[in-house]
Each structure stands twice: as C-alpha cells, then as structure tokens.
C-alpha cells in the first residue's frame, strides 16, 4: 500500500543553480589556448607514436611462432604504425608561423577617412610640374 502526502506537507522548489556566465576570451587567452591545443596534440601524437611502435615491436616478436593469427595482427600493427609515423613526420616536418598581433587602430575615424582622401588623390591625381615652362603654361591656362 502507497502512502499519500497530505495537504500540508508539500515539496520544497528545488534551488535554482548560480551558473555565471562564460566571459568572452580576450586575444592572448586565445593564443595562450592555441598554444595548449598545439603542445597537447604533440604529447598526444608522441604518446601513440609509442604506443604503435610498442605494439609493432611486441607483434614482430610474437611472429616468431609461425601462427596465421599473429601474423595477422603483426600485419594490423604495421599498418597503424605507419599512419602515426607518418603524421608524426608531417608535424616534426612542417614549419611554425608565427602570426603577428597588431594592437587595434587608435585613430579616430575622422582621422583615418582624411588620410584615405589623402591617399587618394597621391594616386589619382598627377602632380603638378615644377619648371618655368609649366609655370607659365598653368598661368596662361588660368586666364
């Protein structure tokens, strides 16, 4: 037979958890967390670089006792060892970027609109001739 609660007795809400919110990661904790990733992923790559070799070295000597089965797995061994050799060389291999960080601009925006106005008329617009025939070329045009 259950048992029924009473009227009376009721239960409590559960207490709502605190979870504050994930602050968004400013750019050296982003580069500090590429750097991480990176150094765990060639401890990782190095511990099953290991790990196969181990295997391979321990299914070579198991050959030894003629058995389809261990040739078998002395097959599967090889096979796994040469992948992770062969993404350890890419990675010893490939060479480090170093990718430069520039601070933000700190001009203002009025600032930076001038300067590309500027920028524009170096490019567009010839200079003007300096000599004594230009000269009086532009004051006779002026007229």
Do not use: C
């Amino acid at each position: 037979m259950t048992r029924r609660a009473s009227k009376t007795q009721t239960k409590a809400p559960p207490k709502a958890r605190a979870t504050p919110e994930p602050e968004a990661p400013d750019s050296a904790s982003r580069v500090n967390g590429i750097i991480s990733a990176a150094a765990r992923y060639e401890t990782d790559l190095e511990a099953r670089y290991v790990a196969a070799r181990d295997a391979w070295t321990h299914a070579m000597h198991a050959t030894n006792s003629g058995r389809s089965a261990d040739m078998a797995s002395l097959a599967i061994a090889q096979e796994a060892y040469e992948i992770v050799l062969a993404e350890r060389e890419r990675w010893l291999a490939s060479t480090r970027v170093s990718v430069p960080i520039e601070a933000p601009d700190t001009r203002h925006n009025l600032e930076i609109a001038v300067g590309q106005e500027l920028a524009w008329r170096a490019v567009h617009e010839p200079p003007e001739s300096t000599g004594v025939f230009a000269r009086l070329r532009r004051r006779l045009r002026r007229r």
